[in-house]
């Protein structure tokens, strides 16, 4: 096969890879954050009293403060709901939530903290979110349920995420987690993403030489054809 020829089809190919990867990034819902470390933390609260106040009773345990640090995703989705009180009516309720979550809480985490992964009502650029289910029972009938339970609200412009929100341990007392994140969109490409894009965009121009190429070489032959032909 012809050295040129073959470089051509490799080139092409490379770029039609290229778009479409292109193409599948482009139709993704989720969106990657990073955290600030310097603007988003955790303050864990321990539930009940220590020995040794200064009269010798009870005092508040005292609480601690972590950085939060990593990324995470950020997914849009749209959830058809029927109404409580109309069954036959649907509305289509907007949603995000957390996904990939690659936090670093510290010894949140160890407390027993934990990034939300729960759903947020997504209302404009507003969001809020209840770890109770019984706040967003879409259907008919009852709902019944036991807390306490985590809760987060914030805004959400496509870029930059600013959210608080409340968890809890678990234990009996309750201990108590308040945390505040700011986040912003990872925009940045990586070195080998601009590589590929690089090499699509060098493929597609050796693509267009090489169809040029061919057309012009198409066009030779012919001419030759006819001179061959008005000579005979």
């Not at 306490?148 to 009996?172: E, H, K, R, V």
């Not at 090499?199 to 012919?222: E, H, M, P, T, Y």
């Amino acid at each position: 096969m012809n050295l040129a020829v073959q470089a051509c089809r490799t080139a092409t190919a490379c770029a039609l890879v290229t778009l479409a990867l292109g193409a599948a990034a482009t139709s993704a819902h989720a969106i990657t954050l990073a955290i600030d470390p310097g603007q988003s933390w955790v303050t864990y609260t321990p539930g009940g009293f220590s020995f040794g106040g200064p009269d010798g009773g009870l005092t508040p345990s005292a609480p601690q403060t972590f950085a939060l640090s990593g990324r995470f995703d950020v997914a849009q989705e749209t959830v058809p709901i029927t109404l409580s009180l109309d069954p036959l009516t649907v509305v289509d309720r907007e949603q995000i939530r957390f996904e990939a979550i690659a936090v670093d809480s510290g010894g949140a985490a160890t407390a027993g903290f934990a990034f939300p992964t729960y759903f947020a009502v997504l209302t404009g650029q507003a969001f809020a979110a209840s770890e109770d289910s019984c706040t967003w029972f879409p259907s008919t009938g009852s709902c019944t349920s036991t807390g306490p339970f985590g809760s987060y609200a914030g805004s959400f412009d496509g870029t930059t995420l600013s959210m608080t929100g409340t968890d809890f341990a678990g234990d009996s007392y309750p201990s108590r987690f308040e945390f505040s994140v700011i986040a912003r969109a990872a925009s940045v490409p990586e070195p080998g993403t601009l590589a590929c894009l690089a090499i699509g965009a060098f493929g597609l121009g050796a693509a267009r030489r090489c169809s040029g190429g061919r057309d012009g070489a198409g066009n030779a032959a012919r001419a030759r054809s006819l001179s061959a032909s008005s000579l005979a």
